[in-house]
């Protein structure tokens, strides 16, 4: 599981060999401990003229305790290169005066919050922010897209390590008007280009929030801000309005009281999302096969959970899991479909052991015990429902065409129960690993273990606890917005479809 | 534009070191000429048990002149690794009998066409096929996703060079329950699996139909079946009923009489479509800037086409070319925007003209084009809008936040507009190119250009007539069903998003 390139890298002598070879350098990502603030330092936030996130934005950072800035008005002293293009005047500056932001907002939205935005020193060299977050949801039309440009392009260099880059829009799909559709898709290469360009642990993402939505970001954003989503970069989020109207008291104990089952918890990946799901306050059933009861115990015990020995392709498994948390717990609010298994050939190879093994416990079972489970009622309004699919559900894998189909059907499952779900008050969503250091991937032949971790936007392979995180925040009960995502824990993997 | 490499590995001393040493060894890519058959060989077909595409995919090919195999019954000497599992008793091989196949077709649709349908042999060698197609339709649950193994198994090694892997499939949002939708989803990481694994210039697509479009595949299984889709796989494709009654007369020449705009058309890619829509029986108006005047003219007089000169970002420049189309043609049957810029910069570096250049180029003069275009009633029922995307645009791109920007807008453009325009007859699809062989890629540093070159299923990098031939697909009048699509042109090349 260590990754002794990267030490190497990171010593003193590796890092001056890294850098004059123009090898990979793989940046020490900020991961959350308990305690830690949101942020290491100051955020940077605009918007483009018309936006209607800036203000419900700054009021809730404002009031998690971090310290906002807007940019500084454009003026004499301002970088040059940034001056009015003659190329089109449609898209000259007067299109976008920076001092218009927010001037449109209605004045009751204008909170005491907006008081705590300091403008940003203008002279001499711009100060360092931990994030830049561009609320583009004012951008109608591409000959507007400007604004982006003119807010990233000053602060580009002048991000903290392990920066983070929010930026907000509308869903495409939702757009009356095919222009606007067409401008805040385009916002997708932006993000992703960022989150190629920037480095340093840098992540990017563009976040997009369903009009009325507004209100049901904030645990998305805590999430994307934090060390928590230290190996998430390149994502698209669409965030709607909550299916249901939980909020949790406390943002360092969100699950605190709530029943969460997690499969495949005994090693690796699950036992992770165990341990982090505990760390949230919830109470964790670990369950895991028979043949795995050892670790099993010791996991549910470091975390006070309960132990639970099952074999999930077992015809009666669904009821029997079904009768255990109705007796111990009356309901489960959170359940994380973990357990997985790999039977790697080439189809042409692969016996039909294989395929059936890996399609029925990758695939099928989760069905079988969402079925159970929503027919009897123990998840009700505010559960969820987490999936894990892989980055070769998405991109396809030689000598995984059984895995990759079952995590494929994965997406599909979390995409077509996401809309029959909300109307229960239920959400569901998948994440997507990429290149993840585990017991499996220490197993790799060295080459093909190279190209997997250095081949992404953080030059390193991710650590299990990135994807409980992820699961944690989808688990969070302030995410009632958040239902039919697919978010891939892969440091922008080169890797995809 | 050569590729040294890919001609030292395909001698004879080249051959031997590339396996020895386990180099990427890149396969002669069978490429369309004129007269060519639509295959090489014989192509099998099966289904799923309750698929619907079977018949009409028999009848049209049989039609074309295709030979049609169906896969042996299986038997005593039947490959034994597809024995029946004992894993889970659901996906038994009762549920999954090919003697069923076609069973539960209506008697009506069972034409003379099936009797062309030869048992394939089942002793001995597997003989090779030129394609696999199979209709999975019928596949309503992930429990039944099993027939998919048992055709593709024992057919996996047998298959001519360049080859072609079709799955057909109910569009996974228009499938009524959950279970079936989650069971088509999962096809995509089979048919991308395969992609990545068969190897020696097999492409591997998954097909969408919606219910009610079977009669609308013949243009697509025709390019995807032939040398025209050389360097297109992994890719998903979704039919659905067509938007205007157009049937070719000839397939040879299925642009004959109409009129086509091809803007960028002086050199690489754009001059290839012009040819390929030329070959096709188009008239071909040529456009481009008045610098490549000369090349332009060049292009047009091969081809007996009109040279149009038009600084595309003029203001005037959209009434100026509908005027043009109007007084010489009176319309404009299909539209390719191809012309584009790249002004390379990372975003802390770039000066604000790249921004605007690049993004007024390459997205906001296409969307002024169209709405003239439109607004004047020049392009009509039977109309085809083709954009021209990019990998980066869907993957982004350090270096290119401007560019892939503006390809990502195209792919925006594409998705809202296509609703818009079926209630006019009109498609609109985008091809997203990745690396192509031009002028341009020539110009890389030779690292940066190999990696790109051999990241992908086929490893080389594409021809422009490549991405000529897939625009040739989406303009034909028999692709009526074919909007709203996004297809790479990338060799399945690795990266994605």
Redesign the interface.
């Known amino acids: 599981m260590s990754d002794r390139y990267a030490t190497f890298a990171r010593s003193g002598p590796g890092r001056a060999l890294v850098k004059r070879l123009g090898l990979p350098d793989p940046p020490s990502l900020r991961r959350h401990q308990p305690g830690d603030s949101l942020v290491t330092g100051p955020v940077l936030l605009d918007a483009a003229p018309g936006g209607r996130l800036r203000e419900p934005v700054a009021a809730l950072l404002t009031a998690a305790g971090v310290e906002l800035r807007a940019p500084a008005t454009l003026g004499a002293d301002h970088d040059p290169?940034?001056?009015?293009?003659d190329?089109?005047?449609?898209?000259a500056v007067s299109d976008h005066d920076p001092t218009m932001v927010g001037a449109d907002i209605e004045p009751t939205m204008v909170t005491a919050d907006s008081a705590t935005v300091v403008p940003e020193p203008s002279m001499g060299q711009p100060p360092r922010n931990a994030a830049l977050i561009f609320d583009a949801t004012g951008i109608t039309?591409?000959?507007r897209?400007?604004p982006?440009?003119?807010f990233?392009?000053p602060h580009?260099?002048a991000l903290l390590p392990s920066g983070r880059v929010i930026v907000l829009g509308t869903p495409?799909?939702l757009?009356a008007a095919?222009?606007e559709?067409?401008?805040?898709?385009?916002?997708?290469?932006?993000?992703?280009?960022?989150?190629?360009?920037f480095g340093r642990g840098t992540t990017a993402q563009l976040v997009y929030v369903a009009p009325g939505a507004e209100g049901a970001v904030e645990s998305t954003l805590r999430f994307l801000l934090s060390g928590r989503s230290a190996y998430v970069s390149?994502q698209?989020i669409r965030i709607g309005q909550p299916t249901d109207q939980q909020q949790p008291v406390d943002w360092e104990r969100p699950l605190a009281g709530k029943v969460t089952l997690v499969t495949g918890a005994a090693q690796g990946i699950g036992a992770a999302i165990a341990r982090v799901l505990a760390r949230d306050g919830a109470h964790v059933v670990a369950l895991d096969v028979p043949a795995a009861g050892e670790a099993l115990a010791a996991v549910a015990n470091e975390i006070r959970g309960t132990a639970l020995q099952l074999d999930l392709?077992a015809a009666d498994a669904p009821t029997r899991l079904a009768e255990h948390l109705a007796a111990r717990h009356g309901r489960v609010d959170v359940v994380v479909h973990n357990a997985g298994i790999t039977r790697d050939k080439?189809?042409?190879?692969?016996?039909?052991?294989r395929?059936?093994?890996v399609?029925?416990v990758n695939?099928?079972s989760q069905?079988r015990i969402n079925d159970v489970l929503l027919a009897r009622d123990l998840i009700t309004a505010g559960g969820r429902l987490v999936g894990v699919s892989s980055i070769?559900?998405?991109?396809?894998?030689?000598?995984?065409?059984?895995?990759?189909?079952?995590?494929?059907?994965v997406?599909?499952?979390v995409?077509?129960?996401a809309p029959?779900l909300a109307g229960r008050g239920i959400t569901i969503n998948a994440v997507a690993p990429g290149f993840i250091e585990t017991n499996m991937t220490a197993r790799m032949p060295t080459l093909l273990r190279e190209a997997g971790r250095r081949m992404n936007s953080m030059a390193q392979g991710g650590r299990p606890v990135d994807v409980a995180e992820t699961v944690a925040w989808f688990a969070s009960p302030a995410s009632g917005g958040v239902t039919g995502n697919i978010v891939r824990v892969c440091g922008q993997s080169?890797?995809?479809?």
Chains 1, 2 share one sequence.
């Not at 805040?184 to 190629?196: D, F, N, V």
């Not at 070769?392 to 059907?409: D, L, M, V």
């Open positions: 290169t940034t001056a009015v293009s190329h089109d005047p449609t898209t039309d591409s000959t897209l400007r982006l440009y003119d990233f392009h580009a260099r495409p799909e757009c095919p222009r559709a067409t401008a805040q898709r385009a916002l997708e290469g932006l993000t992703r280009s960022i989150g190629k360009e390149g698209v392709t080439t189809i042409g190879r692969m016996d039909a052991t395929w059936d093994s399609l029925d695939l099928s069905e070769a559900g998405i991109a396809g894998n030689r000598g995984q065409t059984n895995y990759a189909t079952s995590k494929a059907g997406i599909g499952l995409q077509s129960m029959v080169l890797l995809g479809a």
